[in-house]
């Protein structure tokens, strides 16, 4: 038997905690997934040299460089992407929804 059920996986920059939790009273199911990444991580995996402009003052707001970054108070999971490779990160994303999204037949 298949069921069908639609999900969508969305990217949501929230560098607040009042905004996390306001999209957690407008969002029914949300799932928060937390990518624990430190800041020289980041600044060593970017393309676009935001953060070394950031601290020249080119950027005025930067979510844990000009900006503060509050993490998450209780997010549903959360990976360590600076010591995951991409693989080894989607692989523990996957396996979540799996667990929760799925349902299982039985």
């Known amino acids: 038997n ?4 639609d999900y969508a996986i969305v990217c949501s920059m929230t560098h607040m ?3 996390r939790n306001f999209a957690r009273t407008m969002i029914g199911n949300l799932v928060e997934v937390y990518l624990d990444c ?16 950031a601290l020249l003052g ?7 460089v000009t900006d503060p970054f509050e993490i998450p108070a209780n997010p549903d999971l959360v ?7 991409l693989s080894a990160s989607f692989k523990i994303l996957l396996e979540y929804c799996q667990n929760i999204f799925i349902p299982k037949l039985e």
């Open 17 to 19: 905690q009042k905004m």
């Open 79 to 85: 990976i360590n992407t600076s010591k995951l490779d």
């Open 38 to 53: 430190d800041v020289e991580t980041c600044r060593n995996r970017e393309y676009k040299a935001r953060y070394a402009r």
């Open 58 to 64: 080119e950027y005025k707001f930067l979510p844990g």
């Open 2 to 5: 298949f069921v069908r059920m």
